[in-house]
């Protein structure tokens, strides 16, 4: 999953762009970015008729916004975080939910609320793919995402702790179209198991 977060609305839809063009099947913009809703809707027309690539909105930590990345088309979405309010709305959404969570409690809580993946995040912080490791031990029946701020090398890592997707923003992001490409295409071989 591509993750975008910007201070600007120019430069989202900019990397997200690069983003889906380098093949990238799931782009999250999140609420952090100025009019985040117009750069979804504006993604959406540009794709035209559905998906992959998958555009959904992240950072969706309130009620209102669920119904805002509803409104402006979203195909998932994603929390950094647990509510039984905010899972109770986006289960009325229809949508596929990622829910943030980082102990085992917050990870079962997360998984008996109804999300379909679990963010667990921050990874780096607490002990990367070492914790992850250790919290799927008991767990290992749950999705899980790994997200936290890592580099695109450290991905099969995390793939050997028990991760089944990765949210990544700027490390797949570089100075010229080519070097993006490059990046997604070792991300994406590096989660599918295909690295040498």
């Known amino acids: ?59 969706v930590t309130q009620e209102r916004r669920v119904q805002q990345a509803v409104e402006a088309g979203a195909e998932f979405l994603v929390s950094p975080n647990v509510s039984s309010t905010l899972a109770a709305t986006i289960a009325e959404s ?56 890592f580099a695109v090398d450290e991905i099969p890592e995390y793939r050997r702790a028990g991760a089944q997707a990765f949210g990544l923003g700027a490390p797949l992001l570089g100075a010229g179209t080519g070097q993006v490409r490059q990046r997604i295409a070792r991300a994406l071989e590096f989660a599918r198991g295909q690295e040498n």
């Open 1 to 59: 999953m591509g993750v975008v977060r910007t201070p600007s609305q120019q430069a989202a839809l900019e990397e997200a762009r690069e983003l889906l063009s380098g093949g990238l099947e799931l782009v999250e913009i999140t609420f952090t970015v100025p009019a985040a809703t117009e750069v979804v809707a504006r993604l959406l027309e540009e794709r035209g008729g559905e998906g992959p690539p998958w555009i959904g909105m992240g950072t």
């Open 94 to 149: 229809g949508l596929y939910w990622c829910a943030g969570a980082l102990t085992p409690s917050e990870i079962v809580a997360a998984w008996e609320l109804g999300a379909h993946l679990i963010k667990v995040y921050p990874l780096p912080p607490v002990g990367g793919p070492r914790y992850l490791a250790t919290v799927r031990q008991p767990l290992g029946d749950i999705p899980m995402l790994a997200a936290g701020g």
